[in-house]
RNA sequence: GCCCCGAUAGCCCAAUGGCAGAGGCAGAGGACUUAAAAUCCUCCCAGUGUGGGUUCGACCCCCACUCGGGGCACCA
């Protein structure tokens, strides 16, 4: 180490290293001693996967919530600002498999680098809260989370046709296939019919969805968009039509039951159930099942393709259309999917556009029943699917749209041949993993008693040991293979019985991680209720949009069931979000393979953590990408040296009475701290730090030709601008506050009180326009009235000039700022 | 195909219907210096993607379009 007296310029090397042990020993971000009498806040970022040390990623998001976590604390607050490690999962398997060992290892050597980083990188967390998915301590209540929706039907098995990772070997939830592809891998996603395990999040669709009014104008549009699209609810109804040689009527969903005297054929999903039973015994079969297996053989890829032919099998078989008792053809096709709505639909090409396209590539008749001024879709191959009046629709005949919807629905309510449903997108969320690293499903399997819990006495349920465990992906989970483990006795008979041997999905591990770090050391409770109603709601949740669906929505649908359980008083776990962008490189996000890869703990080394921190958060507004070739982190070297060599010239001494400092100054310094602590309250902390810029600028010059070094104001100005640059310098600001006189730690020295009457200034500067031109500039007291400053206006012989002695139509004044004179 | 977001100086970005420029990067010049670096000072540069509209007044609101980014995508 370096001595002070060598460093007349700042050195961030020498002024890390001294602070950090100083920091250790004063832990200012301690959060929640039971008296502490400040207001609370919590203040959330996502917590990493523990992949390797620190990125630029890491870099930009925990600068971004650390100024909003330094921020609350220097207005006043008792913040809470902890951290932790999504620590099951993948990565650490592979990385296990590749080195033939333990995924512990590999899991806890990464988080014990990514901890020192991230003290070195002076993150404010609450080092006390801290704990890891991967602890049975915590997995712990993952079971005990699972078995609770188990009581309730929450959690269940079904037989289904699942995404399967033919890579990963293991089954994927939707929300991991992403355009037909495995998100993790980018492998093609096939179907296999299996028995997994589900949360049923489809029960809380309307909530999830009728909920987000609260998080309207505090959650970004955009992930309150993406939500609503993903879960996809829609109107329409239900309506049953009657199959020639069937005894029970098969039921259609549609969106458009206006247009029912349209259909003029249905169409069945190829691979549902119902159409293998109509397809039986009709001289269509053979084809049938040819066509069905020509479908599964086709990847998702291939049936995502909305620009393909249409394809499908005339299944020989009829259906009367309830409202004309028309005979329907019924055909078989992959354009209708088996698992939404009923897997059958009525087709009316002339206002579906799917259905037209079939319908021409079959040669099936087409039926206009909704005059929309368009042309006849049979010629031109467009449905028409705006509003209209209706017309061959018997009773409808005349009405528009809507009051067709609400007439048909009637009537088919009244004659019990429909009603109004809903459908959605959403499905059920598949929890079960054919992979060794998470947590173990807590349920034994018993052939008497069936599905069993694991009691609540016996968990954790550890992971067995990997040692001995073939962890290599081979379809099933690797826990099968632990044969002391997987054989146990029924916890209900005592009978010999199997434990089941899926793991759980990641995503449970971080639907509710947020609920524990207020007691996160408890070992009988997943979390307490007096800590809960104390810190949660999060007041503020920081992380990247990737999370936008997944993470997000299941951690919504956590919090809902955990308050219908009555363990939680909210709805709504995340009050405030803001989706930080993401750090690229030449325009494109970084990568080895495209060699623009740039190293997080090189940029320290040459710039230092302040610098970094600096340009992270100063590049822009915080949801937009950080182009690192644009930003310029020497600059940000620069900027820091001038605000601390602020601090070696005040001579002032600490407490001197700022009231006698210069006024100009002072109104600067005030006027700064008032519109940086508005801008980092809506997010603008780019704008908050150029305000910093300009009062160290204001400042420098205040010295130099103004008052002078000994100015009470140039003290108040630069203890200010420590104060402001604590939030993103720590390192630069806590140096600042020593050489003013000050003692350690500048984060909780408090944000100054702003005076108001220092905001106001003494003249300002008005415009004169005539029809909108300025043509003049006068100088007004702040205070004047619109009747005082129009009158000033006309006055003024400029204006008298340029009006010539015409008379204004009209003026318009807006005190202090401008007067237009319209003619 | 549908939905959302964006477009301001050479570059990154400010400007919540009222003077287009706060801040930074890059660039130019000067002061200091034997010189350079560092530092300090000064300067340069656009009329807001295009076309209409509303308004006394539009970067800001509305309509249409172009380009860029993102999301969803055979969901009946």
């Known amino acids: 180490m370096t001595t002070p007296q060598e460093h007349q310029a700042y050195d961030f090397a020498y002024v890390q290293e001294k602070w950090l042990p100083i920091w250790d020993e004063i832990e200012p971000f301690k959060s929640g001693r039971p008296d502490d009498p400040r207001p609370k806040k919590y203040v959330l970022d996502m917590f990493p996967y523990p992949s390797g040390d620190l990125h630029m990623g890491h870099a930009e998001a925990y600068a971004l919530g650390d100024v909003i976590a330094r921020y609350w604390i220097q207005k006043g607050f008792n913040v809470m600002h902890p951290i932790g490690w999504d620590a099951f999962g993948l990565p650490a398997e592979n990385a296990a498999i590749k080195r033939n060992e333990d995924p512990r290892i590999w899991t806890y050597e990464n988080i014990a680098t990514q ?94 969805l009728d909920d987000m009014k609260e998080l309207e104008g505090h959650w970004p549009d955009k992930v309150l968009t993406m939500q609503r699209n993903w879960i996809g609810r829609s109107q329409g109804a239900n309506v049953n039509f009657m199959i020639e040689g069937r005894h029970a009527p098969v039921t259609i969903y549609t969106t458009r039951p206006d247009t029912l005297h349209g259909a003029t054929f249905m169409v069945v999903a190829v691979d549902s159930e119902l159409a293998a039973e109509l397809a039986a015994g009709t001289a269509a079969e053979e084809k049938f099942k040819k066509y069905r297996d020509s479908v599964k053989a086709a990847s998702d890829i291939d049936r995502l393709a909305t620009d393909r032919p249409k394809s499908g099998i005339f299944l020989e078989r009829y259906a009367i259309n309830p409202v004309n008792g028309e005979k329907l053809q019924i055909w078989a096709s ?12 009525m087709a009316v090409p002339a206002h579906d556009q799917r259905d037209l396209d079939f319908a021409r590539a079959m040669k099936l008749p087409v039926r206009v029943v909704v005059e929309t001024g368009d042309e006849d ?7 028409t699917t705006g509003d209209g009046k209706l017309v061959n629709s018997g009773s409808l005949n005349g009405l528009n749209k809507v009051d067709a919807i609400a007439a048909i629905n009637k009537e088919l309510e009244a004659s019990g041949l429909g009603k109004s449903a809903r459908n959605y997108r959403l499905r059920d969320w598949l929890v079960s993993r054919q992979r060794y690293w998470g947590t173990p499903i807590p349920i034994v399997h018993c052939d008497k008693c069936g599905e069993v819990a694991v009691p609540a006495d016996q968990l954790p349920l550890q992971l067995p040991d990997a040692k001995g465990l073939d962890l290599k992906p081979k379809g099933q989970s690797p826990l099968a293979a632990a044969t002391e483990w997987v054989n146990t006795k029924c916890p209900t008979c005592g009978a010999a019985a199997l434990r089941d041997t899926d793991t759980m999905d990641t995503f449970v591990d971080s639907s509710w991680y947020f609920l524990r770090y207020p007691s996160s050391k408890n070992s009988t409770e997943p979390f307490l209720r007096a800590d809960i109603d104390t810190w949660l709601p999060v007041d503020q949740y920081v992380g990247g949009v990737t999370h936008a669906i997944l993470h997000l929505l299941y951690s919504r649908f956590f919090t809902k069931v955990l308050h219908d359980i009555g363990l939680l008083g909210f709805t709504e776990p995340f009050t405030r979000l803001l989706n930080q962008g993401m750090v690229v490189m030449d325009g ?19 710039h230092g953590v302040d610098a970094i921190r600096l340009s992270m958060v100063f590049s822009g507004p915080p949801e937009d990408d950080v182009d690192w070739s644009d930003v310029s982190p020497s600059g ?56 910093v810029m300009e009062l160290v600028n204001a400042t420098r010059k ?31 600001a806590e140096e600042m506050w020593e050489r003013l006189g000050h003692k350690p730690a500048i984060a909780t020295a408090g944000w100054p009180v702003v005076d108001e009457k220092l ?49 204004p139509k009209k003026v318009i004044a807006r005190a202090p700022k401008l007067v237009n004179i319209v003619l």
């Open 588 to 606: 494109s996000a970084m990568s080895k393979s495209r060699g623009n890869l740039v190293r997080l703990s090189d940029e320290l080394e040459n």
């Open 702 to 732: 205040a010295i130099d030709s103004g008052p002078g070094s000994a100015d009470p104001a140039v003290r108040e100005a630069v203890e200010a601008i420590a104060i402001m640059l604590s939030l993103v310098a720590p390192f630069t």
């Open 115 to 208: 901890k020192a980083s991230m003290r070195r990188y002076a993150c404010s967390f609450d080092w006390d809260r801290v704990f890891n998915t991967c602890d049975p301590e915590y997995y712990k209540w993952n079971q005990w989370l699972f078995i609770e929706l188990h009581k309730r039907g929450l959690a269940y098995r079904k037989d289904s046709a699942v995404n399967w990772c033919p890579s990963c070997q293991t089954v994927l939830a939707n929300e991991q296939v992403v355009a037909g592809l495995c998100e993790r891998c980018d492998t093609a996603v096939t179907k296999k019919k299996l028995n997994q395990w589900y949360f049923k999040i489809t029960d809380y669709a309307d909530r999830l």
């Open 636 to 691: 940000s070297v620069k900027f820091l040296s001038r605000a601390w060599r602020l601090s070696g010239d005040v001579t002032s001494k600490p407490g001197v009475a700022f009231a006698n400092g210069e006024i100009s100054l002072r109104k600067a310094t005030h006027k700064a701290l008032h519109d940086a602590a508005f801008a980092v309250e809506s997010f603008r902390f780019n704008v908050a730090i150029a305000r």
């Open 334 to 345: 992959d354009y209708v999917l088996a698992d939404y709505g009923t897997g059958a639909i």
């Open 377 to 383: 879709p049979s010629e031109t191959g467009i449905a």
């Open 759 to 807: 905001l106001v200034a003494d003249a300002v500067e008005a415009v004169i326009q005539i029809n909108g031109k300025i043509i003049e500039r006068i100088e007004v007291t702040p205070t004047i009235s619109d009747a005082e400053i129009e009158a000033l206006a006309l006055a003024n012989p400029t204006v008298a000039a340029a009006l010539n002695g015409a008379t």
